[in-house]
């Protein structure tokens, strides 16, 4: 199970059938507005850091939490609200940028 389908926001949980609504197309990886992430990461760059490490330290922050997310114990809510709090700001600082197809099947 990927982090992604073990975190439970109340966002995205699932919906259930009948109140679904209209189908929602989107691409399996989205085009995402990059621009705020490359200005941080040419400012990480000055200040020493490689972003080929952080991109690793951030896989495996995402594994541990996961692990603990799907462990249930006691500090699985911290991992939880710690993955969603990351997930918020990511989203925020890499937006999509599409308009999703949307059909009334």
Known sequence: MSLADAHTSEANKPVAK?????NVDFPQNPPRDTTEA?????LARLEGRDPL???LFGTFAADELSAIIEGGGPNAPFATEL??????RFNETVPLK??????ED
């Open 18 to 22: 009948e109140e679904a609504g209209p």
């Open 38 to 42: 490359k200005q941080l990461l040419r």
């Open 53 to 55: 490490h952080d991109a």
């Open 98 to 103: 599409l308009t999703p197809t949307v059909s």
């Open 83 to 88: 993955y969603n709090r990351l997930e918020r």
